[in-house]
């Protein structure tokens, strides 16, 4: 059937397609002869000007989509399993050690697995890797923990871990932001070998600390504070270039993260993950901003509390002879232990019926943000305790007639303050921000019903009462107490996008800053905690500004003792100096008399070249360095040097901007010196503690 176009002029009678082109035969052989070369020239046009920042879209793009969707069907696959243990601890029966059984076995199988197969495989794959991943940025190298192998081994072990529901309250976080790394460092070397390019470390760096704002992106749908949070804790300096790269592929993870959802119709359109229903009008009185500010202290003060304990009981654990004996030999035994004490106090009819046990951490946080006081709507009435949770009424949990909302929250906070401690101890992929989130929520909430109960009518301002809203609180305790336990500000940042409300901007704000004011002036982070604890090779920030730091200098801690190698040193002395020692790099001075330092050469190359047998030693004559290095030896210069009165600050500095881990000491040249990061280091750990006076 031909296809018609239009009506002739003066004429009723139809134009065909074929009628209307058919009298033109130049037109038509012209556009034909042209059409592909114009079509190919406004597609490289295109590609030109689209793609001029190289293949850097193509890479942010592909893993932003890549980990929204791996985060995605984790949070399917983990959902189908937690609805399973759900459905066969109520349809077991009314046998009470039926339940327990299939309330504690299910948690303890997963996280034996989970610790079991993940050590088999890699033993990089527990924890959170954040601390580790601190380190790599910070220029160290660690073996293989970026390597690809460990992706399977991290994704399924930490699809175990998650699959145990609150039992084992434990996150996510930490660990999608290795598996994050990891996928960018895999396809950067994937990128290198396609290309052909020379491997680029300052690129990878970049595009490292993108990776790990997707990360954060993929979990929680928050792309602003994703990037900010990696900028706080993945890097003590960040390049502005690389901002673009992170709210790209942030962006592109956490809506690809959120259209995930609708596609599959659990949201109807894109929307915050945790929705509160606080009113617009007045979301809190001015007088308010007072308990905020004490909400921040409270958070600080508990902050280190759980910072110091955690260090030690993870110091005792390791250092004791039965635990470190068991991790030794039999982690997934220790696992499993540990599994069954946490199983057993969260069993709903026992202990678990006064710390909401049966909610879901999601659900936690759903309750903990209600505006409604619970304090108030008990006052005169009793609840009661339902045979399954009430979707409707979730926060019936929370409540018990003799324990009372205070005595819940409180005895929350206390078993999960030594439960969470217990947990971090096991050897298994888990991530330990969103626990601390939901701990700092509980914190919020309990002050919150508090003041409303003292507050029954609400706080006068301007002749207006207007009532508390202890979900307020609840938000501004989850941002505080999870900002101080990582010294972050960019938590309140995150409260704002999980909820999708910036009403209580300012009051939040304020208690993050009160609470990191506190911790960051009394204890290490968690990550930086940990960084101590497994003794990686990382610098710890200067916390001594007051006691005496800016007067040391870097003659006061270098290494004096290095071995350099002039260019008139005898062949035979080189040999000795090379089999004798065991360092990378030597120092290479002008001469034995002058000490003036020239360059670097590498140990490898001196051996390369001395097994090479030079021209010299063939025909029996006497050689040095020198001829070595004429015969084709490479020798780097030294671009960067110190000097004796470099102060320790600067000396600090460089290091981390320049992710440095060697650096000599010269005096008018001569070299008198090294530095190291282990010496950095023990000078900076003799100022935080220094020795005591004999």
Known sequence: MEELVGLRQGSSKPVTLQELWGPCPRVRARIRCCAPDALAGVLEWVKEKLFRVDEDWYFLAILGVLMALISYAMNFAIGRVVRAHKWLYGEIGDSHLLRYLSWTVYPVALLSFSCGFSQSITPFSGGSGLPELKTILSGVILENYLDIKNFGAKVAGLSCTLATGSTVFLGKVGPFVHLSVMIAAYLGRVRTRTIGEPENKSKQNEMLVAAAAVGVATVFAAPFSGVLFSIEVMSSHFTVWDYWRGFFAATCGAFTFRLLAVFNSEQETITSIYKTSFPVDVPFDLPEIFFFVALGAICGVLSCVYLFCQRTFLGFIKTNRYTSKLLATSKPLYAALAALVLASITYPPGVGRFMASRLSMRQHLDTLFDNNSWALMTRNSSPPWPAEPDPQNLWFEWYHPRFTIFGTLAFFLIMKFWMLILASTIPMPAGFFMPVFIMGAAIG????????????????????????????????????????????????????????????????????????AVSQNCQPSFYNGTIMMKKLPYLSWIRGRKIGSYPVTVGHFMDCAITTLAKDTPLEQVVKVVTSTDEAQYPLVESTESQILVGTVKRAQLLQALHAEPACWVAGQQCCLQDLLAGGCPMEPVTLQLSPETSLHQTH???ELLNLQLLYVTERGRAVGAVTWVELKKAISTLINPPAPK
């Open 445 to 516: 909430r309990l002050l919150g019903e508090a003041l409303s109960v003292t507050f029954p009518e609400g706080i006068v301002a301007g002749g207006v009462v207007n009532p508390i809203m202890p979900g307020g609180y609840a938000l501004a305790g989850a941002a505080a107490f999870s900002g101080a336990v990582t010294h972050t500000i960019s938590t309140a940042l995150l409260a704002f996008e999980l909820t999708g409300q910036i009403l209580h901007a300012l009051p939040v704000l304020m208690a993050v800053l009160v609470a990191n």
């Open 653 to 655: 500095h460089l290091f």
